[in-house]
Structure formats: structure tokens, C-alpha cells
């Protein structure tokens, strides 16, 4: 059965008219990550300004944007994991020659998407209260949580569609119009917080509420931006696919993106249960731990780019059958993130103390934050390991074997490494079982993904000869 699925694969290959089947490795990834780096760099840089702003109304407002943190990116998860599969998707059916059945994909894994997280959100909205007062958040912050994340579940459809969006473009091999998109919609969020959240002239100061409105305003620019591109590149249908299709291509999307969201959404689960570790510690340790998590987007930014534009080459390559091309891109990029992540673990460590001076003015909460960009951060190359290969596998195709991994990393190494490191040693043993599980989880996922790729470019081999 498998030697005649990648018969079919190899009789598939056929002429996608795609740099990324063709040119150079180093240089296709260089070509796709740069532009796509630049509009996550500002993304997350103004993410950051978000949670400056927020700082600046006091310890409570900033433990409750921590305490957000697990319940907001389990819809972002949910919404990636869609993304995912979309790009596994619409990449391999364009690796594949089929430009139409690509585009009529897209339109409906746009619908699909947008359908799901808006029951999701419902249901966040209605059990608010309940769901952050298991995460241990007093009534005090909750009265903090509530307006924000009243206004986040209600827009959260927004979020959706540049996301969904940016999966297509990326599909396609453009991750410039994508870029320009997250670029300007962290723009507006950023200049809409401080005049939100504070107030200016006849703006009245809404604290909370404004830093949502903020959020939900930039994300309602990029939905427009996005579906206007989209229309303009003509990478989706204006009519709406038959019956049998839109289920057939939702089978297609959800078979990869429903274990990829699973897999996404064990991260906020995992950090769920951290924060509720970090609850144990008092307000200053949830808050300081929630700055070290925010900080950890602009320093793991390599990893996230490379994450979204290493699949896309994976995928065409994968519909062409061209496995060698798979494997060199996978141990490139893998290979780098070791190397850089190490460099950015060295400036965070010498700017620990001045950072942590930027969100607070609390001694106890800086000692937090220094304290977890002094180790933490160590074991980033070694996340990024696990997170390539997460994506190269669903890449492939292969959701189960993403999720396996996600779930050994977080629920075999990371919880149980964590927690017993701060029983042992408190907040040091914590941050320090951290790195060791990232280490562990690593030299598991680089020797199977190799050992996967290379058993299967034999089996191809093998075909090859027959024919």
C-alpha cells in the first residue's frame, strides 16, 4: 500500500511551475523567510508594546494579561492548527499542478475556519469566569481579565481570516503580501493602545477594554486587507464550491488541521498549568513569568518565521516526490536555529536586568523576569528543533506523528520536568527543568524525522527502479 501511494506521488510530480521545487535550498529559504521575518519581527515587537502599555496600569492589569495568555492562545492554537492544514493542503495540490482544485480549497477552509473558532469563542465568552478562576485568578484580577477578554472572544473571527490568509499566500510561495499585512496590522495595534488604554482628548481612558479594542481594531484592518489580496491574486473562488466538495476539501483540511490544532493547544494547556504553578509563587511571579512568555515570541522570532515558510517547501516538495529536497531543507533550517538561538540566549542574558526594568519597577517582579531570561532561554535552539519538525511532519502530512511529539514534549518532559524542579528547588528548578525537557524532546524529534524522511525516500528509490 505504501509503494503504490508514493508511485502515485512520484507519476504526480508533475512541472509545478515552483521556485521552491527548483532553486537552490539555502536560497529559497533565505528568499521566503526574509520578508516573512520582517513582518513578524514588527508583529511581535508591537505585541510586546501591548504588554508595556499594560504594565503601566500596575502589578494586577499585567497578572491579568498572564493570566490571558493560556486561554487567548488556545483560539490562536486552534486557529494555527487550521492554518496548518490548510498550507499542507493547497501547497501539495500546487506541488501537484492543480491550481483550481488550490483555490476552491482555500475558500472553503476560510468558511470552515472562521465557523469553528466562532463556536469556540462562544463558548470562552459564556464560561469566562469559570475557566480563569480554575487558572487561580482572584476576583481582583478577574475584574481586570473580564473586560479584555470580553471584547477578545467577541472579535476573535478577525483573527481568523489573516491567519487562514496568510497559510494561502504562504502555500503559494509569497510571503511578502503577508508579511506587509501582519506589519500593518501590528502597526495599528500599537497606535491604538496607548491612545485606547490611557485616553486622549475627547477619548475617554478605557484601561482593559481599550487594549482589546486596540487588538480587535488591528485584526479587523488585516481581514480586509487579506481577503482583498486574496481576491486580487485570485487564490480563492467567489462561488461558493458544491455540497460534495466542501466536504470532501474539509475532510482533506481538518484530517491534518484538527491534529495540528490538537498538538497547537497542548502548548496553552501546558502553560495553563505552568501559570497555575506560577499562582502558587503570588501575583509578582505570574506577572513576571507572563512578561518572560511575552519576551520569548521576539526571541524564538527565527523559529516562529521559519515555521510558517519551511512547511510550504516541504509540502510542494512532497507533492513532487522530491524527498532529497525535503530532508536537506529540514536539517538546514534546523541547523541554523541551534546556532542562532544560542546567539540570542547570550544578548538576553547580558540585558536581563534592563529588560525586566522596562515592565516593572518591583523588585520582586524583576528578580522574576531577569530570573527566567537568565535560563529559559537556554533551551530555545532545542524548542525550535521540536517545533520544525512539528511542522515538517504535518508538512508531510503526517498530524499524528506532530501531535505525538507535541505531547511527549509538553506532558512527558515539560510539566512533569517543571514541577519537579520547583518542588526540589523552587522558581530555579522550574525555569531549569524547562531547558532539560526542551533538550530531551529535541534529540527525539531530529533522529525520527530524519529516520522518517530517509526510510521513505528509499521506498521511493525502490519504485524508481521498478518503473
Known amino acids: 500500500m505504501g509503494g503504490r501511494f508514493l508511485l502515485v506521488e512520484i507519476m504526480n510530480s508533475i512541472k509545478a511551475p515552483s521556485a521552491l521545487l527548483k532553486g537552490d535550498i539555502k536560497a529559497t529559504m533565505v528568499a521566503m523567510t526574509v520578508p516573512m521575518l520582517f513582518g513578524t519581527l514588527i508583529l511581535m515587537t508591537f505585541n510586546i508594546v501591548d504588554t508595556f502599555f499594560i504594565s503601566l496600569l500596575g502589578t494586577e492589569p499585567l497578572a491579568a494579561i498572564s493570566f490571558t495568555f493560556p486561554i487567548s492562545f488556545t483560539l490562536i492554537s486552534l486557529a494555527i492548527g487550521l492554518s496548518i492544514g490548510t498550507s499542507a493542503v493547497i501547497a501539495r495540490a500546487l506541488g501537484q499542478g492543480k491550481t483550481a482544485e488550490a483555490r476552491s480549497d482555500a475558500t472553503v477552509a476560510l468558511a470552515l475556519s472562521c465557523s469553528i473558532v466562532a463556536l469556540m469563542s ?130 482533506k483540511i481538518l484530517s491534518i488541521g484538527l491534529p495540528a490544532a490538537a498538538a497547537n493547544m497542548l502548548t496553552p494547556l501546558a502553560m495553563a498549568i505552568l501559570t497555575a504553578m506560577m499562582a502558587n509563587y503570588g501575583a509578582h511571579a505570574v506577572a513576571g513569568f507572563g512578561v518572560g512568555v511575552r519576551l520569548e515570541s521576539i526571541a524564538c522570532l527565527i523559529v516562529l518565521t521559519l515555521s510558517m515558510t519551511l512547511p510550504p517547501f516541504i509540502s510542494q516538495n512532497f507533492g513532487a516526490g522530491f524527498w532529497h529536497r525535503v530532508q536537506q531543507g529540514y536539517q538546514l533550517c534546523g541547523k541554523f536555529v541551534l546556532v542562532w538561538q544560542l546567539l540570542v540566549y547570550l544578548v538576553l542574558a547580558i540585558l536581563a536586568i534592563p529588560l525586566a526594568r522596562l515592565f516593572s519597577d518591583e523588585p520582586e517582579v524583576i528578580h522574576i523576569i531577569s530570573l527566567f531570561l537568565w535560563i529559559v532561554p537556554l533551551g530555545y535552539g532545542l524548542q525550535g528543533i521540536t517545533i520544525l519538525t512539528n511542522s515538517s511532519f504535518n508538512a508531510l502530512h503526517l498530524p499524528v506523528k506532530a501531535m505525538g511529539l507535541s505531547l511527549v514534549r509538553l506532558f512527558v518532559f515539560y510539566v512533569p520536568f517543571a514541577w519537579l524542579g520547583g518542588y526540589l528547588f523552587g522558581l530555579l528548578g522550574l525555569f531549569v527543568g524547562c531547558v532539560l525537557a526542551n533538550a530531551c524532546t529535541a534529540s527525539i524529534a531530529w533522529h525520527w524525522f530524519n529516520q522518517v524522511v530517509t526510510k521513505t525516500a528509499k521506498m521511493g528509490d525502490q519504485v524508481v527502479k521498478k518503473l
Open 122 to 251: 462562544a463558548a470562552g465568552y459564556f464560561f469566562s469566569a469559570n475557566i480563569f478562576k480554575a487558572l487561580g485568578a482572584s476576583d481582583l484580577i478577574y475584574s481586570y481579565i473580564q473586560p479584555y477578554m470580553d471584547l477578545w472572544f467577541l472579535g476573535s473571527v478577525l483573527l481568523v481570516i489573516p491567519m487562514i490568509g496568510n497559510a494561502i499566500l504562504r502555500a503559494a510561495g509569497d510571503t511578502k503580501i503577508p508579511s506587509l499585512i501582519m506589519g500593518a496590522s501590528g502597526l495599528v495595534n500599537a497606535v491604538l493602545d496607548p491612545i485606547l488604554i490611557f485616553g486622549i482628548g475627547p477619548i475617554p481612558a478605557m484601561h482593559m477594554h481599550g487594549a482589546a479594542m486596540a487588538t480587535v481594531s488591528s485584526w479587523l484592518v488585516g481581514s480586509i486587507a487579506m481577503l482583498y489580496m486574496l481576491n486580487k491574486r485570485n487564490l480563492i473562488d467567489l462561488d461558493w464550491p458544491s455540497w460534495s466538495f466542501l466536504k470532501v476539501a474539509s475532510k
